[in-house]
Structure formats: C-alpha cells, structure tokens
C-alpha cells in the first residue's frame, strides 16, 4: 500500500497555562509531504518538568526509528521497543537532572507505512480517524473518567466537567515505571480521509460531533486549522496542541484492495 499523505497542518499553544507542556513533531515548519512519523504529546506533571517529559518523547521516538532498522516498521514489536527505549532515556535523564524526578507524558503516534497506518497512544491524548465527517475510529483514553464511563458509572456528559477529569492511568515516565501502549493498524484508508492527532486542551472545546463536523466536506487543512485556533485561543484552560494529516492518494499493492481493520495490540 503507497499513501501520499497531503500538506499536514499542525499547532501547539499554551493555551491558558502559563507555559506550553505539549510536544509535537515534526515541527510545522520542517514537515515534509514525505512525512511518515508523526507525534503528539502532553507532558504531565507541572513543576515535575512536564514540558521536557513530551520534549524528549518526541526526541527519542523519532531517534529510534531512524536509526533502528525494520523492514515494513513500525511492527507492534518495534513500537513496544520504542517506547521501552525512552523509558530508559528518562531514566537516565533524571539521573542526571533529580529536578525532573516525576516527570511525565502522554504519546501519540501515527506512522504511514506500506501496510497502512500504524497508530499508538499512551494516555488521554487522542487520534481520529475521519472520513466525510463520520468518525471511522479513534483510540480509548487510558483515564480515570473513561474508566469509569466504560464501567457505566458516569456518562460522558459528566465525564466533561469531572473532578478528576485529568487523572490518566497510563504516562511515559521511566523503565522504574513501564507503560503499555496500545497500537493499531489501519488499513481501510481512503484519498479524502483525514487523521486528527490532539491533546486534552482540543477537546475542552469540542464533542466528538463538533469535531467530526469540521472535517465534512472539501475544506482544506489550513481552514480546519484556523477554524481549530480560533475556536480554542482564549477559551481553553489547558495547553492545546494538534496535526492535521490528510490522506491524498492510496494505491494498493496487488489486485485485491484491503479494506479490513485489522491487528489491535495492547501490549505492556
């Protein structure tokens, strides 16, 4: 399968915070229709040094998967390998910066293979997938209010302004403390679908609705963006950060066109 992906679109702001604690990579100005590796992060932790957590998220995921050769990467083997290897990064980070003990961060990945589209989340930051504004798939935050939503204790409409809204369950955060991520690959992908990759502040402002809403239509990725950024700027309590990724062109590899979700891992 060969996937031109079109221009991605991506921001990330502080929002109502006093600093910017999420990531992204590539950055905008850098990124690349080529572009095959794209991440999201929201650091946690506040005064534990969240913003370099999903600094060096980025950093070292994308390290590993430069220099660590696979044939038709990333398998569910390879995202696993990549996630323990920044673990141990963190650690040895913190071993030489003891400021930085604690700190955290959610991670969201998507790759654009010759399989398909690989994704991988840790945490509450979300990918979607979106095809004529209907949501095709999306990945399940590993939070607390969606713990207790899945065990039919509350509804996602109090979910929104929960206490405990931000308590997540699962973080990047050292090899002391190894996460599980879960990992996708899609390959039911279609010229005109587009992938969303956000973190929490995107959603203080928008359902799963809302946003599908955005991308129904012909509107292009820079009108979604700006529709994103005015929407959120000024109106959002947390940092909000996202990539706009549209699919261009699919050509399948041989006759038979796959058109199956296929291979859900979760695995620690």
């Excluded at 699962?170 to 010229?191: F, K, M, T």
Aim: net charge negative; hydrophobic share 35%; charged share 25%.
């Amino acid at each position: 399968m060969d996937i031109t992906i079109g221009k991605p679109c991506a921001i990330s702001e502080k929002g109502g915070r006093q600093n910017n604690e999420d990531a992204i990579y590539p950055q905008p100005e850098a990124v690349k229709l080529t572009q095959k590796l794209f991440l999201v992060c929201d650091g946690v932790g506040g005064a534990e040094k969240g913003e370099i957590a999903s600094s060096l998220a980025c950093d070292y995921f994308q390290w590993y998967f430069l220099n660590m050769p696979e044939e038709n990467k990333p398998t569910p083997e390879f995202v696993r390998k990549a996630l323990r290897y920044a673990e141990i990064k963190f650690d040895e980070y913190t071993a030489e910066h003891p400021e930085a003990a604690g700190m955290a961060t959610t991670l969201t990945m998507l790759y654009a293979g010759c399989r398909g589209i690989t994704l991988a989340h840790v945490g509450d930051s979300r990918i979607y997938h979106f095809r004529e504004g209907r949501i095709m798939y999306k990945t399940e935050d590993h939070s607390l209010v969606n713990s207790l939503i899945q065990a039919g204790r509350i509804t996602p409409e109090e979910a929104r302004n929960h206490p405990r809204r931000n308590v997540i369950t699962r973080a990047l955060q050292g090899a002391r403390h190894p996460s599980e991520a879960d990992v996708i690959l899609l390959n039911d992908i279609e010229p005109g679908d587009y992938f969303f990759m956000c973190t929490d502040g995107v959603m203080e402002n928008f359902t799963d609705e809302s946003l599908a809403a955005l991308f129904k239509g012909k509107a292009a990725s820079e009108v979604i963006k700006d529709t994103l950024m005015e929407t959120c700027s000024g109106k959002t309590r947390d940092n909000f950060s996202f990539y706009i990724i549209p699919i261009q062109n699919v050509q399948e590899s041989g006759s038979v066109k796959q058109n199956i979700l296929s291979f859900f891992y979760s695995f620690i």
